[in-house]
C-alpha cells in the first residue's frame, strides 16, 4: 500500500483517484474546488488543503490537471510539488498539456531526486471510472516500472513510450485522430440524414466495416446506437469541446514547432474553436454534430 497525493479531482482525476482508494491505497487528496473535494472525502478520500501538504507526505504524487499552466504552477512554483516532495518520490502527471512543459518539470524534479513519468490517459471518464483507462508514459525505465503497479489500477493498457515528454507526445498525436474522426463520423451522420438513412442502419453497417473506429463504437455523436454516449445526455461531458480545442492546438503548436503537415488537424481545430465560440465550450465535443447539423 503507498501512501499517495493526488492533486485534481475533476471529471478524469475523482474516478482515478478511487480506484486507489479500492485498490487499498491511502489517498490524499487537494483540488480548489470544494465540491470535487466532498465527494473525494465521500469515497473515502482525505482531504488537504494544499498540493504540497499531499507532495511532503507522499510516496507518489499524481496529477490530473486541466493545462500546462496548472501543471507548471503546482509542480514549479514557490511552495509547490518539486519543493515539498522528498528525494525518490515518484511524480505521476497524467494531465495532457505540451512536451516542452513536461519535459520541462521533469528536468526539474531529476534535479531535486525525484522520479518522474508524464502519463497522460485515454478512454474518458467511462475509463476512468472503470479503471480501464490507456496510458501513454515517457520517462526513465526506474521511473516507469515504479509507477507500473499504480497505473495498472487505473488503467487496463499502460504503455512506455519513450523518454521524458514522449507520453505526451503520443496522446496530443491519438487526440488529433480523435478530433478528425469525431468530425468524419458526425459528418457521415448528418449526410445519412440527409439522403433517408437511419442512424441506427448506418451504425450496424458502419461500425462493422471500414469506417468503424472509436468516435462511430463507443462514442457515438448521435442518440440511440451506444447508450452510455453524451449524446443520449444532451452531450453532458464527459470531454468538452473546450477539452478537445486545447489538445488540437497542441497537436498544431507541436506541427508547426517540428514542420509536419497536419492539414485536417488544422481543419478540425477551426471546427471545434468555431463550435465553442458558439457558445457551446463546456458540452461534450462530440456535440459538433449539432454545429455541423446546423451549417447546412
Ligand atoms: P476537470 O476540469 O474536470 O478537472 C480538473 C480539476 O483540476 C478541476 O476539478 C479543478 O478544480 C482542478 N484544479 C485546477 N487547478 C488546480 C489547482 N491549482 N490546484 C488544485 N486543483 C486544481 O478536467 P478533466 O476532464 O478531469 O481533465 C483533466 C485532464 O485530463 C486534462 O488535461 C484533460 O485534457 C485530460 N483528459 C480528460 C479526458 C476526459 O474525458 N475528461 C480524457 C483524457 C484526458
Redesign the pocket.
Known amino acids: 500500500m503507498a501512501r499517495i497525493g493526488f492533486?485534481?479531482?475533476?471529471?478524469?482525476?475523482?474516478p482515478m483517484a478511487v480506484n486507489l482508494i479500492k485498490a487499498g491505497h491511502q489517498v490524499e487528496g487537494?483540488?480548489?474546488?470544494p465540491a470535487?473535494v466532498e465527494k473525494f472525502k465521500a469515497a473515502g478520500g482525505a482531504p488537504v488543503d494544499?498540493?504540497a501538504v499531499a507532495a511532503a507526505r507522499a510516496d507518489v504524487v499524481i496529477t490530473?490537471?486541466?493545462?500546462g499552466k496548472?501543471v507548471r504552477?503546482?509542480y514549479l512554483g514557490p511552495n509547490g510539488i518539486i519543493e515539498s516532495a522528498n528525494p525518490g518520490t515518484l511524480l505521476i502527471d497524467?494531465?495532457?498539456?505540451d512536451v516542452d512543459t513536461a519535459r520541462a518539470v521533469a528536468q526539474a524534479a531529476e534535479k531535486k531526486g525525484l522520479l518522474m513519468i508524464d502519463a497522460?490517459?485515454?478512454?474518458?471518464?467511462g475509463?476512468?471510472t472503470n479503471a480501464t483507462?490507456t496510458f501513454m508514459c515517457g520517462g526513465s525505465v526506474q521511473a516507469f516500472t515504479r509507477a507500473q503497479p499504480i497505473l495498472e489500477k487505473m488503467g487496463k493498457t499502460i504503455v512506455h513510450a519513450g523518454g521524458a515528454g514522449n507520453g505526451q507526445a503520443a496522446?496530443i498525436c491519438n487526440?488529433m485522430i480523435l478530433g478528425i474522426s469525431m468530425i468524419a463520423v458526425s459528418e457521415a451522420f448528418v449526410l445519412a440524414e440527409k439522403l433517408g438513412l437511419d442512424h441506427q442502419k448506418l451504425f450496424d453497417i458502419s461500425s462493422r466495416s471500414s469506417g468503424q473506429c472509436w468516435s462511430m463504437t463507443t462514442y457515438c455523436p448521435v442518440p440511440g446506437p451506444v447508450p452510455a454516449s453524451p449524446a443520449n445526455h444532451d452531450y453532458q461531458?464527459?470531454?468538452?469541446a473546450a477539452?478537445m480545442l486545447?489538445?488540437l492546438k497542441l497537436s498544431q503548436d507541436a506541427a508547426r514547432a517540428s514542420g509536419a503537415q497536419t492539414t485536417l488537424g488544422a481543419t478540425a481545430a477551426k471546427i471545434y474553436s468555431d463550435y465553442a465560440d458558439s457558445g457551446e465550450a463546456g458540452r461534450d465535443f462530440s456535440g459538433v454534430i449539432q454545429f455541423i447539423r446546423a451549417q447546412h
Open positions: 492533486i485534481g479531482l475533476g471529471n478524469m482525476g475523482l487537494a483540488d480548489l474546488n470535487a494544499m498540493p490530473m490537471l486541466p493545462a496548472q504552477d503546482i497524467s494531465s495532457t498539456i497522460p490517459v485515454s478512454g474518458g471518464t475509463g476512468a483507462l496522446k487526440n461531458p464527459g470531454f468538452t477539452m486545447k489538445d
